[in-house]
């Protein structure tokens, strides 16, 4: 006898999207309000909205208990959608299932039933710069476990972070530089198919990426800035800075300043 397949979701495009976060921090879940921010879409931020609930609905989440329902499987952490019946979480999950809905795709939205190539290749752009600008920059200042505050493993993180500053930092500001010179970019300042897409919103937050390694290492972004060598990189971050709707998020009270999240600053790590 076959198992019990789980019932498959219907999404209602109509019905609220609701982020679950941690409060206090920008973190991951930043890279999700910026599409909503951008597109103008209402969403309900619990880190925002929920008070003292949000850190319990966050960990009930996570909680070993969790089995998920009949129609969604247990998720293992922050952030997490929620979109009509549908529960999902890992930030680019989000975002892959995000940038068609809010009109964020480019090029991959014309593809009509989803399989062409486009959602693809913006896929692997947006990929590889949380890879580069979000988790390697975490392990900057967490290199030996997360469990574990950055003070008792200073050692490891001053070598994590000047390989990461002398090799890791260049490449892959090397790689989007080569992805705007690239014939997929187009004639524009935006990373593919002419058009701003979601994966320019991803490169230009904090998660993730140009703005928050700025702030976690200012004097070597400052030098590699100064080479020239990443001309385009810095010119689509201003241009997504002066966006009307994110421009409006960035002076709100909605956009929660940099703290103990990804991108820390610690002088140290830059000596």
Known sequence: MSSPQAKRVKTNDDAPYELIYWPGIPGRGELI????????????????????QAVPMVLGFMAAGNKGDAANPPV???????????????????LLYLAPKLGLAGAAEEDGDGDGDALFHLNE??????DGFVNEVHETHH???????????KPEAKKRAKAFI???????????QRVLDAKTSGEGP?????????????????EKCVDGTQYAFPKSMGELKKSGKYDGVFKLYDAVKERPNI???LESDRRTPYSSGIWRHYPELEE
């Open 166 to 176: 002398d090799e890791r930092l260049p490449k892959y500001l090397g790689y989007v």
């Open 143 to 153: 290199p030996v476990a997360t469990s574990m505050v950055y003070e008792d493993q």
């Open 247 to 249: 421009k409006k998020y």
């Open 76 to 94: 293992f952490a922050p952030p997490v959608l929620k979109h009509g019946s549908l529960t999902i979480n890992q930030a680019p999950n989000i």
């Open 190 to 206: 935006w990373l593919y198919g002419d058009e701003l897409t979601y994966a320019d919103l991803v490169l230009f937050q904090r």
């Open 33 to 52: 309000r910026v599409l909503f921010e951008e597109a103008g879409v209402p969403y309900n931020d619990t880190a925002k909205t929920a008070g003292d």
């Open 125 to 130: 752009i947006v990929l590889t710069i949380l």
